[in-house]
C-alpha cells in the first residue's frame, strides 16, 4: 500500500498534463473542468495524504468485473480493483456502462460522486456509472444486452435508491458503446468498453451518500453553464460524451429512445 500511495503522488501530475494535452481541440467548458482537474489533485491536501480507503468501497473493489478484447468479447474476469489500476501505462479493458437518465422534462440527472469513492472522488458525471459483474451470473448475458441492463438496474437502486420496479427493463435503451482508457491519478484508472444508456422517466430518488455527495436535474439550455460554473473537474467517460453526441442526442431524445442501439464500438 505505502508504494502504492507513494506512485500515486509521483504520478499525478504527469497523468493530468498527458490528459490536458491530449485534448487540445475540446470546448471550452470541458477544457476548465479538465483545467479544474489539475487544481484539484494538487490542492487537495486529504487526497494526497489518502493511507487507507474507506471500508465499504474497499469491499466492492473486491468484485468481478468482465474482461473484453476491442470488440467486446467477454475473454475473462478480473476484481474491481485490478480493473482500474495503472501497471506500466496500462489498465485491463473491461465492460462498464454509462447511464443518462432524464425526467419527463428532459432534465438530466447528474451527479457529484462521493469523497469515499476511489476511483474520480467528487468528480461530477452523468447520473450512474458502474459494471456488470462476472459474480452475477445473469449480468454477463448478451442477448438484447440483458446483462447491463440488469446491472443498471441493480446499480440505480443501490447507488441512486431508485426502486427495481421503477425502472423496467424496457424503460433501459443501450444507445451506443464508447472505448475510451483514461490514466486516473496515474493509481487508479479507466479503461473501459463503456455501454452508453438511456432512461427517460420521472423516478423516486434517495442517494447513498457513501457513493453520491449530490444530485441535480440540469435541463439542455443551463448545461454549458452548469459545466463552467463547477469547482470539480468531471470524469473523463461523460466528458467524452459531452463533447461528442450527447447534445445530438438530447435534442432528439425522443427518437433516439426508440432507434435500435446501433453496433459501432467509437474509440476515443
Ligand atoms: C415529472 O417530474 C417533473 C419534475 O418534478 C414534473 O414537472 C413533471 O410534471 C413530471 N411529469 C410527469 C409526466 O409525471
Avoid at 98 to 127: A, C, D, G, H, W
Amino acid at each position: 500500500m505505502a508504494v502504492q500511495i507513494l506512485t500515486k503522488v509521483l504520478l499525478t501530475p504527469v497523468a493530468i498534463s498527458t490528459c490536458l494535452s491530449s485534448h487540445v481541440l475540446m470546448k471550452s467548458s470541458t477544457r476548465l473542468s479538465l483545467i479544474a482537474a489539475q487544481a484539484f489533485h494538487s490542492q487537495n491536501k486529504n487526497y494526497m495524504n489518502k493511507f487507507s480507503f474507506d471500508p465499504i468501497q474497499e469491499q466492492l473493489f473486491k468484485e468481478n468485473c468482465l474482461l473484453v478484447d476491442e470488440n467486446d468479447k467477454v475473454v475473462g474476469y478480473k476484481s474491481k480493483r485490478d480493473c482500474h489500476t495503472v501497471v506500466d501505462n496500462m489498465i485491463p479493458l473491461h465492460r462498464a456502462f454509462s447511464v443518462f437518465l432524464f425526467n419527463e422534462n428532459n432534465e438530466l440527472l447528474l451527479q457529484q460522486r462521493s469523497r469515499y469513492k476511489i476511483t474520480y472522488p467528487e468528480y461530477f458525471t452523468n447520473t450512474c456509472c458502474s459494471h456488470p459483474l462476472y459474480d452475477n451470473e445473469d449480468e454477463t448475458k448478451e442477448k438484447d444486452n440483458i446483462g447491463v441492463k440488469l446491472a443498471v438496474q441493480r446499480r440505480l437502486n443501490y447507488e441512486l435508491g431508485i426502486p427495481i420496479q421503477e425502472i423496467g427493463l424496457d424503460d433501459i435503451k443501450c444507445i451506443t458503446r464508447i472505448h475510451y482508457f483514461d490514466k486516473g491519478d496515474g493509481v487508479f484508472g479507466e479503461h473501459e468498453i463503456d455501454y452508453i444508456v438511456f432512461i427517460k422517466k420521472n423516478i423516486t430518488i434517495n442517494i447513498n451518500k457513501n457513493e453520491i455527495h449530490h444530485t441535480e436535474y440540469v435541463g439542455m439550455d443551463k448545461m454549458e453553464d452548469f459545466l463552467k460554473s463547477l469547482h470539480y473537474p468531471i470524469t473523463p467517460w461523460f466528458h467524452f460524451i459531452v463533447q461528442s453526441k450527447l447534445y445530438d442526442w438530447w435534442k432528439n431524445l425522443d427518437q433516439v429512445l426508440i432507434k435500435p442501439t446501433d453496433n459501432t464500438i467509437h474509440k476515443f
